[in-house]
């Protein structure tokens, strides 16, 4: 009996407890209660869900080891998309990482971004902010990108159009970097697995970042931030 209860204890956990909490918008400190939160292996295939408290928090469980990807999904919200990666232990989401797009938030953002032909397009929307790994000495924020480019694709290879936001607050869909504000909006975006290139040309070198989500249909993946590493 021994060596069974050994050998049982020495196996690799299949599943581990992911936990957080989700808010209501992007830095509104305020917990969203009855939210949907389920999660995909790696593989895209559901694998479990749960509805956050009235405080906006939760636990699942997520492959171990392995790629799980998120989503949040409630009355008047957006299918608001997440992904991360995991270990072998439990894993609490650190504060302020997640929250919500109300389906008001996207059709602000579709009109923000009005001088991109694809803004009314049908499908999900990936937006966000490019930043540096490194951070401001005043107030600690990371330092945005200017000179990045955007590059959103699916599983089949297909590319969607980048536009970004000038600081004047002008979209430009024919822009080749984010530009001062950083702020990048790609729309269209069909559901499935989707990555997102982030990359720079610093030093002569072409720097690359990816990212990768499974997008819900018709839902939103927030990057806050992306990041582009500095030349090293």
């Not at 295939?45 to 080891?65: C, M, N, R, Y």
């Not at 009355?75 to 504060?95: C, K, L, M, R, Y």
């Not at 049908?122 to 107030?139: A, M, P, S």
């Amino acid at each position: 009996m021994i060596p069974l209860l050994w050998l049982g204890c020495a196996l690799p956990a299949s599943d581990i407890i992911l936990s957080g909490q989700v808010l209501t918008g992007q830095e509104s400190g305020l917990g969203a209660a009855d939210v949907l939160v389920s999660i995909r292996n790696a593989e895209t295939k559901p694998h479990d869900e749960v509805t956050t408290d009235q405080d906006g928090l939760f636990e699942i469980e997520v492959p171990a080891s392995n790629v799980y990807h998120m989503t949040l999904s409630g009355t008047d919200i957006a299918p608001t998309a997440f992904s991360g990666i995991v270990g072998q232990s439990d894993v609490a989401i650190p504060e302020d990482e997640l929250f919500v797009r109300t389906e008001a938030q996207v059709t602000g953002l579709r009109a923000e971004f009005d001088s991109c032909a694809t803004a009314e397009d049908e499908g999900g929307v990936v937006e966000g902010i490019v930043r540096f790994h490194l951070q401001d000495t005043d107030d600690g924020s990371f330092l945005v990108a200017p000179q990045a480019s955007v590059t959103v694709y699916n599983n089949d290879g297909v590319e969607f159009t980048a536009c970004y936001l000038d600081e004047d607050g002008i979209s430009l869909e024919d822009g080749e970097e984010v530009g001062t504000t950083g702020r990048f909006a790609v729309f269209g975006v069909p559901e499935g697995p989707t990555t997102v290139l982030f990359q720079q040309e610093i030093g002569g070198m072409t720097i690359k970042n990816y990212g990768f989500v499974y997008m819900p249909d018709q839902g939103i993946a927030p990057f806050y931030p992306a990041f582009v590493d500095l030349a090293g």
